[in-house]
């Protein structure tokens, strides 16, 4: 028999930087492609699926700020970021006849409908795989609050965050051979152990909502499915 996932609804987050693959910037097609079959896996399985997609492959306001731009307007570029990223994703979700929609967080009218928060979730409902773009829509944010908002407006059970390495550790693991995964902590033990879960709006959203939030690796095959299954893979952030 097929098992039973874990969750009805999860808010995915996925870097910019996880479309690169080893490139140096952009999307890599082989990249997308893997990934995109890996969120299908869990679709498959019956799950509602939101994604908020990072641009970090292409502009980071932060760093365009730091270049001598206004941050601001920096910012605005990095949004307009995740709308690339996100129509991508879109595209190769739709390709392989899963039914995808992007909504974005400032109107492009011609190009991606607008967030209207009663849509996306009828179209999760209809269970298409919905993609949030432009982040919050508000310079100074990023997109892990985005996805700490918007998974607390779906009613996501789980915010995922897919990240290279398949957790938290107690130390850094490329540096320290004895460091240990974490496969549960609490937002507390997390906040005074400084681990760096999200940034600190994003987890400070999750933590008052008490929307726990899933660490695990988005390069390390089956683990996206094992995550929902609800098997421990990656760490478990809690209240
Ligand atoms: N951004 C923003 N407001 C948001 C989300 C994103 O201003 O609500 C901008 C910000 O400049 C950020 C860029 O978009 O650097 C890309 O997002 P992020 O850095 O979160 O992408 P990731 O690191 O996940 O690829």
Redesign the pocket.
């Known amino acids: 028999p097929q098992q039973q996932p874990a969750y009805r609804r999860i808010l995915l987050?996925?870097?910019?930087?996880a479309l690169m693959g080893d490139d140096a910037f952009g999307i890599n097609r082989e990249t997308i492609e893997r990934m995109v079959d890996e969120i299908i896996s869990v679709v498959n399985m019956g799950v509602e699926l939101a994604i908020v997609?990072?641009?970090?492959?292409i502009?980071?306001?932060?760093a365009?700020g730091a270049a001598g731009m206004d941050r601001a307007t920096?910012?605005?570029?990095?949004?307009l970021?995740?709308v690339m990223n996100s129509l991508a994703l879109a595209d190769a979700i739709g390709r392989k006849n899963v039914p995808a929609r992007v909504m974005s967080?400032i109107s492009i009218d011609q190009v991606v409908e607008p967030y209207v928060r009663p849509k996306a979730l009828q179209y999760l409902e209809e269970g298409k795989v919905v993609v949030f773009a432009?982040?919050?829509?508000?310079?100074?944010?990023?997109?892990?609050?985005?996805a700490a908002l918007r998974g607390a407006e779906i009613g996501a059970q789980l915010v995922l965050k897919a990240t290279k390495v398949d957790g938290v550790y107690s130390a850094d693991p490329m540096k320290d051979p004895n460091a240990t995964r974490y496969s549960r902590i609490s937002f507390d033990e997390a906040m005074v152990q400084n681990l760096g879960i999200m940034d600190a709006t994003a987890f400070a959203l999750c933590r008052d909502q008490k929307l726990p939030i899933k660490v695990f690796s988005i390069v390390k095959p089956g683990a996206l499915q094992r995550v929902i299954l609800g098997e421990d893979e990656g760490t478990l952030v809690h209240a």
Do not use: C, H, Q, V
């Not at 997609?53 to 492959?57: A, F, R």
């Not at 920096?74 to 949004?79: F, I, R, S, V």
């Open positions: 987050k996925l870097s910019g930087e997609i990072g641009g970090g492959n502009f980071r306001g932060m365009g920096a910012d605005y570029m990095g949004m970021a995740t967080a432009a982040g919050t829509g508000n310079p100074f944010f990023t997109t892990d609050t985005a």
